[in-house]
Each structure stands twice: as C-alpha cells, then as structure tokens.
C-alpha cells in the first residue's frame, strides 16, 4: 500500500519510506538471514514516519521541531545502516541507491521544515 497526494507530504514520504523498510527486513530475515542489522534498520526506518505522526499533535512548536528533529536523526541514522549493509554487500547497489535517495529526499524535507520553523519562532 502506498500513500500519495494527501495534504502531508512529510507524513506521505515517511509511511511509504517505511514500508519499504519493513520489506526490507523481511527480505533480509527470511531470504538472507541478516537478524541483527535488519532490526536494526526497522527500528530507525520505521521510527522516523512514526515521530513524524507524533509530531502532528505536537503541544507547542517547540515540541513539534523537537518531533521532527528527532525523526532527522532516525533518518540519518537509517542511512548509515544502508551505507553499512552496502559496503558489507547485504544490500546491492540499486536496493542501496532506491533507498538511499528516498532517505535523503526526506533528510532535505525535514531539514527545510526545521529550519523554516526556527525561522518563525
């Protein structure tokens, strides 16, 4: 299931990004039997969409950049656990570069949504 064209493209971006994630894992557990790096990579992968949701019924601004910074550091977090599983030839180059632009694209999101509410405040 895919998610588009709602009024959130942040929220959008990150639930598709986790699914892609959680097949992923399945992928390397069942097919590949790589335990410890998949859940790791499902743990980041997963957590950025979900402080993402938290963040839309944040109590104050402050608490809503606080959601959002929170889910950047899963994200990069995310992308060194695929830069480690590409290097150590887990994941192949084009499961890497699919992945590693989608987690870029929301890195550069959040990022211009943390800086323009700094901004502001």
């Known amino acids: 299931m895919v998610i588009e ?14 699914v892609r994630i959680v097949k992923l894992y399945n992928h390397l557990t069942e097919v590949k039997k790589v335990y410890v790096l998949s859940k790791q990579i499902l743990r980041s992968g997963t957590s950025i969409g979900a402080n993402v949701r938290e963040s839309i019924h944040a109590q104050s601004t402050s608490d809503f950049i606080n ?4 889910a ?22 084009v499961e890497f570069n699919s ?7 929301i890195t ?8 323009k509410l700094k901004s502001s405040v």
Do not use: P, R
């Open 5 to 18: 064209n709602s009024d959130n493209i942040i929220k959008d971006l990150t639930f598709n990004f986790a």
């Open 67 to 70: 959601k959002l910074s929170i």
């Open 72 to 93: 950047l550091k899963e994200a990069d977090e995310t992308q060194y656990w695929l830069e480690l599983m590409y290097a150590t030839e887990i994941i192949n180059e």
């Open 99 to 105: 992945l590693q632009d989608d987690a870029k694209q």
């Open 108 to 115: 550069a999101t959040l990022v211009k949504i943390i800086k």
